[in-house]
């Protein structure tokens, strides 16, 4: 079957939002509420195998201070971090990873439905497709974000509601993902998936990512084939995705 669709993960797929942007509004958000708790790149990489910000948090809170922390205490900090990563993304400190642009133009130009699929919260959407996607957002037909399903990221719920809407099997599909959470995901769904190693991403172990139809370094030109068929384009393209479907599952 043709490809018809590109399901974009956000976090560390589109942008390297986890280590630049989600890490980065935490810490400011706990400074800002007298928390003395911060988080280095190594123990914000520990925390992301909790799906969810308010998850993360909770969880993390919870082992700092040896018991769970107050739901109203976890609400407001999450509060006040969706406020600074606003800020962040609005200052222009943050943009999309190599290709992705490019990628999105050319999947528009041939016709490709484009959506987002992620367990992010809609508002952290919403600042990136404002201040970092800009125009492009407009490439997107709808997202799925966290407040849409019940099981966040490996659970497959958010692909197979992604695919409902679309109104499209999962063989017409392909997911972009950076992590082994959103292959799980992808593949639960039936998607065939293609990882683009983001900087956490980069750091699971590889058989996380067995079940990838293809692994590269990024988008774009300058992308690297790490595991899957060659580029014979020599750049990761429209016309290398389009191939990839038709590949069989490892």
């Known amino acids: ?144 974000c966290g407040e849409d399903v019940a099981r966040k990221k490996p659970s497959c719920e958010a692909y197979e509601l992604a695919l409902r809407q679309l109104g499209l099997g999962a063989d017409r599909g392909l997911a972009l993902e950076d992590s082994g959470h959103g292959l799980a995901s992808a593949h639960g769904a039936g998607l065939a998936c293609v990882i683009t190693a983001s900087h956490y991403g980069a750091a699971e172990a590889p058989e996380r990512f067995a079940q990838a139809r293809a692994v590269v370094s990024e988008l774009g030109p300058k992308g690297k084939v790490l595991r899957g068929p060659a580029c014979s384009g020599g750049q990761i393209t429209l016309s290398y995705m389009r191939e990839l479907p038709e590949v069989a599952q490892p």
């Open 1 to 144: 079957m043709a490809l018809a669709a590109l399901l974009w993960d956000v976090d560390g797929t589109l942008a390297e939002t986890e280590r630049d942007g989600h890490r980065l509004a935490f810490n400011r958000a706990l400074a800002a509420m007298g928390l003395p708790l911060q988080w280095d790149c190594l123990r914000y990489g520990e925390l992301l195998a909790v799906s969810g910000g308010k998850e993360r948090l909770a969880f993390a809170l919870e082992q700092w201070r040896g018991y769970p922390p107050d739901p109203a205490l976890v609400a407001d900090l999450q509060a006040c971090k969706q406020e600074h990563y606003t800020k962040l993304l609005a200052s222009g400190e943050l943009g999309l990873r190599p290709g992705v642009a490019e990628l999105i133009a050319e999947a528009s130009a041939a016709g490709l439905a484009q959506v987002i699929v992620t367990t992010s919260g809609r508002p952290s959407v919403a600042a990136l497709a404002e201040h970092v996607l800009g125009s492009l957002a407009d490439c997107f037909s709808f997202w799925v």
